[in-house]
C-alpha cells in the first residue's frame, strides 16, 4: 500500500508560480509510475503530467506545456510539479497518483492522494 500526501497548493495571482510536492510513504516510490492530475468545479479529473518510474520519460498536457514541469526525487520518495506562467484557467484541485507500471497516461493509477486546492486569481 502507498499512501500519497500533496502539499504546496495556495493562492496565486496569474503569472505567478507555485511548486507541488506529493510525498509518499508505505513503499518506495521507485517502481511507480507518478501523474498529476486536476479537476476543476464542474469538470472531469484530468492527466497534467506524468512521469516513468526512471524520470527518463515524462508527458504533458497541451494546456500545460512549458508552463508545468514534473520531476522526482526516489531518494526522498517524493515528486514534484513545478508549476510557472499560471493562468486562472489552471484552478483546480490537483491530485497526485502512482501507478504499479513504468510508464502510463491513462487514468487508472493505483494509488491516490487527497489533493491540494491550487487558485489562481485575475
Known amino acids: 500500500q502507498v499512501q500519497l500526501v500533496e502539499s504546496g497548493g495556495g493562492l496565486v495571482q496569474a503569472g505567478g508560480s507555485l511548486r507541488l510536492s506529493c510525498a509518499a510513504s508505505?513503499?518506495?516510490?521507485?517502481?511507480?509510475?507518478m501523474g498529476w492530475f486536476r479537476q476543476a468545479p464542474g469538470k472531469e479529473r484530468d492527466l497534467v503530467a506524468a512521469i516513468s518510474w526512471s524520470g527518463s520519460n515524462t508527458y504533458y498536457a497541451d494546456s500545460v506545456k512549458g508552463r508545468f514541469t514534473i520531476s522526482r526525487d526516489n531518494a526522498k520518495n517524493t515528486v514534484y510539479l513545478q508549476m510557472n506562467s499560471l493562468k486562472p484557467e489552471d484552478t483546480a484541485v490537483y491530485y497526485c497518483a502512482a501507478d504499479q507500471s513504468p510508464f502510463t497516461t491513462s487514468g487508472a493509477y493505483d494509488y491516490w492522494g487527497q489533493g491540494t486546492q491550487v487558485t489562481v486569481s485575475s
Open positions: 508505505g513503499r518506495t516510490l521507485r517502481s511507480y509510475a
